[in-house]
């Protein structure tokens, strides 16, 4: 069997797809995998790693709005359609699989002429463009929240949860101290601004630093090229403080090892935080991430600031859960229950029914 996945720019349409892939293995071992993405998007590196061949496609971003460059985004779909026609029909997939973003765009439409199989998943609280003029011709829309469903109203919609990669299961407290150098019996707080960082979620850390001295010990993935002279000047000053730009691996023992967990507000992550029932701070980036965030803090799973909240109230908010650890189970249970796991046997089941509809 043969599946084209696509996705990137960042990593929000990726990780689900590569947790797909996992559940898919465990019964079709002799699947080729093959990835359509971004051609400079943080996504590349980590799909070679999976050992998948990766197809950068070129694709004009798709826009609400009219304006010369919606004419060249024009163009750059076309081009893109027209590669993946060239790939599609070089590799003979079974099926193609996204999860959002506008690079899968071309692929899905290349898919539908050719009479293969495709199965959108959308996991955010918003729908994206993409998703939506996706969706119509689809022969499989999935969702990770009930909600959802009302979204697609022309469309049968499966309720599937969010998957979530097996290896998040599998994190080390120890080796966590080992590999970020923390201490044992100080709080530790986890602090990721997802794949390509956060420059508002960044300043918002530093600000707080000060004020976090003797309470806990904090590890921040920045992103790349993200107030670099700041970060190091940082880490001089306080030795409690560990900043990494990017972690590809590893990133499991940090949340086995992490009382706290702030982030931007990514629904990769709020799965991740779900699965191991994990207390979070979540600082949106206004638009999708927002609705992300208010659909969970009215469950009471998450804590919610704004980006334009003062320090001291987002220390008071870290403080406080570091003072209650039963705060922090009540926090990781909601949000465990507020959203499930995607089963392997409805991955399973999903992809038999698309692999009976090819070039039907």
Not at 34 to 63: A, M, S
Not at 274 to 290: D, R, S, T, Y
């Amino acid at each position: 069997m043969k599946i084209f996945f696509s996705g990137g720019g960042t990593l929000g349409s990726v990780i689900p797809l590569l947790a797909i892939k996992e559940h898919i293995e465990q019964k079709y071992n002799n699947t080729t995998f093959f990835w359509c993405g971004t051609k400079r998007g943080i996504e590349n590196d980590i799909v070679k790693k999976q050992h998948i061949p990766f197809f950068p496609l070129y694709c004009g971003k798709l826009r609400r709005y009219f304006s010369i460059t919606t004419v060249l985004d024009g163009v750059g779909i076309i081009v893109g359609i027209a590669q993946s026609l060239y790939l599609l029909k070089k590799h003979a997939p079974d099926v193609c699989i996204s999860a959002g973003g506008f690079v899968s765009f071309p692929l899905h439409v290349a898919a539908k002429i050719l009479g293969i199989p495709t199965w959108v998943h959308q996991q955010d609280i918003h729908v994206g463009l993409a998703n939506k003029l996706l969706a119509p011709f689809a022969s499989c829309v999935t969702v990770s929240v009930s909600e959802l469903q009302k979204k697609f109203p022309k469309k049968e919609v499966c309720v599937l949860g969010n998957p979530v990669r097996k290896n998040i299961y599998t994190g080390d407290k120890n080796k966590a101290r080992e590999i970020f150098r923390l201490q044992k019996n100080i709080p530790v707080v986890f602090v990721t601004g997802g794949g390509t960082g956060a420059i508002k979620l960044n300043e918002m850390i530093y600000d707080v630093l000060p004020q976090l001295i003797g309470k806990c010990q904090l590890v921040h993935l920045t992103g790349k090229n993200r107030g670099s002279k700041q970060v190091v000047n940082l880490k001089k000053q306080y030795s409690w403080y560990h900043p990494y730009e990017f972690l590809s691996e590893n990133i499991h023992h940090l949340y086995a090892i992490a009382d706290i967990v702030i982030f931007r507000g990514g629904f990769g992550t709020i799965t991740e935080l779900a699965a191991l029932e994990k207390a979070a701070i979540c600082i949106p980036k206004p638009g999708h991430q927002e609705k992300n965030a208010a659909y969970f803090a009215e469950k009471k799973a998450l804590i919610t600031v704004s980006e334009n909240t003062e320090s001291q109230i987002l220390v008071r908010h870290i403080t406080n859960l570091l003072d209650s650890e039963k705060k922090r189970t009540s926090i990781g249970k909601a949000l465990f229950q507020a959203l499930s796991m995607t089963k392997k046997e409805d991955v399973e089941s999903l992809l038999d029914s698309l692999l009976s509809k090819k070039n039907t």
